[in-house]
């Protein structure tokens, strides 16, 4: 190979590999959408969307964050809302015993598994 035809390669191969480190720096499920119902095989950090009923609902003492108790399956799930997320927008708008589809990102807090809300939106009710 001559001069300009190693160069060529050595850039292809330098684009090929930074098209692979954004695509594993950007998980494929974030850039398709793919967020997948909360099971017992959901992982922590996993984009996950729970529906059911609102059991309950309270604004912590510090920070004025939102916290929603989730009827889900066989057990209740906590979704946390942080107060720079919506947590007051979506406290007006929401009810005890109202249908909710939350989405955000599964994680663990004391023990227990909890959702944290992403962005207002991601709260989707509808009045039973």
């Known amino acids: 190979m001559e001069k300009e035809e190693k160069i060529v390669v050595v850039l292809l191969v330098m684009a090929i590999l930074s098209l692979a480190v954004a695509y594993f720096t950007y998980l494929p499920g974030e850039l398709t959408g793919d967020i997948r119902p909360l099971t017992d095989s959901s992982g922590l950090g996993e984009k996950v969307f729970v529906e059911g009923t609102v059991l309950s609902k309270r604004i912590t003492y510090t920070g004025d964050h939102l916290i929603l108790e989730v009827d889900h399956s066989t057990q209740p799930i906590t979704v946390f809302i942080p107060n720079n997320r919506g947590a ?30 992403q962005k207002a939106k991601d709260v989707k009710f509808f009045r039973s």
Not at 103 to 108: K, N, P, Q, S
């Open 88 to 117: 007051e927008e979506i406290n007006e708008r929401i009810s005890t015993n109202d249908q909710v589809r939350v989405t955000g990102i599964l994680d663990e807090y004391e023990g227990e598994l909890e959702i944290i809300v």
